[in-house]
């Protein structure tokens, strides 16, 4: 028998680790030398007085970044999310500069105590210690003080004992943090900046613990909202509530018992000595909250840094008090984040209502806005004028000039709609009307996972006819990414028209497929063909595809109608512009208004192609609806050769996009091979669609 040297490998691994530590340690004095010299342009940005960013450069920096980092043998994505990463600090070095510059100090010098509710390691102080992390104060580090619960914490601030306050707003799971919303309407500080922070929780306790033997957890209110699918799964386990996550750890170390536990972070777990029993509890695997810097006073946002104002209402107590007072939004150009309702104390059955919105309360327009809505409240508070947290990511393409409309030929612009018809005559018995845009003039456009969807862009979806493997889908993502399409597409539920062919992985291909756009920051979309699979393919694909097979399942239409995901309905292989529209109402009647259509190609007596692709229905639906329209060249052809020359017309013809199959490997494909693109023939179709711009 024999033994393996563990020392020898030690000792041929040890050179190595010390070599990455030491490249580690030049990256960090890399990147705080970088961060030093994004302090020296804004400072002659300040002196000349111009914009705080250049994306022009940014976009061109990032492109020759990717380009090189190619030659190196560096994956395009990961290029990419590091120098998103970079820029975004940096922009947020700049930002916080000309803050100081221009309220004459940083928002957390050193000297500044911030106020939280909880003892050290609660979910308020980690996201304040993120917080200083993020502004990178100079001349030491902020003080933190802990108080038994939010009110108090306010009251520190609003008296002057400590500078500044982190509180709670909303979570991505449980929504508004009720208690925070009241507090900030009757108390006298200001929003001053805000921090999203993604706060994992896990179950803490002794080590050598065993999650079988468990008797008692310490939660708090929100930890047991956020956990409460695991905390169901234990139903045996006493819940014993606690005011904060970190006081539960504290609970659980001074009793010794490994029969108790408690709900917080890992990184708080570390400050009690204690072991993370179980992660990933949460009911949603990316839960984050959303945190407020308070200040006693108010804080000037230069006109240059995206910034939010939020504000609190109470409308007149009669029919269409709110709708009067939002469209004022509208009318001034306003994007709103947030609305918010809370019950008016005294006042039964009224309610108050919380708003943000994008700008900034010195703007204008802003002011003009606020003036028209004292017209139509009965009060209006300024909560508070600050930072947007989030950074715009540096767009990887630039977008050159359009050529003018006279240095096209007709045929290739996109079709424009005609004034509207008098309301309620176009759509009269035609079995729909919400599709029309007689009800809606103006074009739908879908957000999903940073994508717009219509609009006048052009949207390449990309990825095999079926998951296949780990191994098949990761490496199309890359392809798919790496060459311009922004969504990814992977069947995992196959129509097939043989009962024998290969039908699909299943649920276990779905997770193959989200996993494979998260890797490269792609949204997913896939095919449901039952009603059973809608809610479960839902909580995971970012989009839901229904086939041409099931374009009158009205069963179908009507459970997708019901969900909030992004829907792309294909027309039926022998189904009329009409019967496509009166599918599509199914489903806007059903609530959901995020559709957008794709021809297929459909039968005709032609048997030289899969299908015939009806390339007049993409104008005559963009004159009919307002949805967006698709293209899917890969089922009309049925032939990869000619997958190009229709992509090119879909392009040409106004199509919002065009959702494409490729392979690595076509022949060995289990589903629809001779029609997937080979990867060079994607990536050329992708170039050559960059050639055609249509106004």
Known sequence: MTTHDNSKDAAQIGPVRSEIDRLDGELLQILAKRRDLARQIVEAKEAGNLALRDTARETQLL???????RDLGLDAQYVTAIFHEVIAENVRTQHEHVQAGLNGSSILA??????FQGIEGS????????????????GGSPSFLGFPDYQEAVRAVESGRCDFG??????????????????????????????????????IGLPGASLSHLERIYADPLSVSECSAFLGSIPECRIEFCSDAALGLKRVHESGSRLHAAIATEEAADLFGLAVLKGGIANQEESSTRFLL??????????????????VIHTLNKPGALVEALAVFKEHGINLTKLESRPVPGNTWEEMFYVDFHGNSEDEGVKSALGDLTKLVRFIKVLGCYPACDVEPTAVEAQGPQPSAAAEPEACRAPRAEPAAPKGAAAKDKGYRLVTREHKESDTVIQVGGVSIGGGGFVVIAGPCSVESREQIMSCAREARNHGARILRGGVFKPRTSPYSFQGMGYEGLDLLVEAGQSVGMPVITEVMTTEDVERVAEKADIIQIGARNMQNFSLLKAVGQIRRPVMLKRG???????VLQATEYILAGGNQQVFLCERGIRTFETATRGTLDISAVPVL???????VFVDPSHAAGVRDLVIPLALAAKAVGADGIIVEFHPEPEKALS????????PQFERMMEDLKKIQVP
């Open 573 to 579: 292989m022998s189904s009329s512009i009409e019967e």
């Open 63 to 69: 492109k020759q970044r990717i380009a090189d980092g």
């Open 622 to 628: 963009k004159k009919r609806t307002h949805l967006p």
């Open 672 to 679: 629809d091979g001779p029609q997937a693109l080979r990867f």
């Open 110 to 115: 050193g000297s500044a105590t911030i106020a």
């Open 166 to 203: 982190i509180l709670p707003i909303e979570n991505t799971t449980s929504g508004g943090i009720n208690d925070v919303y009241d507090l900030l309407l009757n108390s006298r500080v200001s929003i001053v900046g805000e921090e999203k922070v993604p706060l994992r929780p896990c179950l």
């Open 123 to 138: 979910f308020c102080h980690l996201a304040g210690r993120s917080f200083v992390a993020g502004t990178g104060p100079e």
């Open 294 to 311: 308070i200040a006693r006073k108010p804080r000037k946002v230069d006109a240059r840094i995206p910034s939010k104002t939020s504000i």
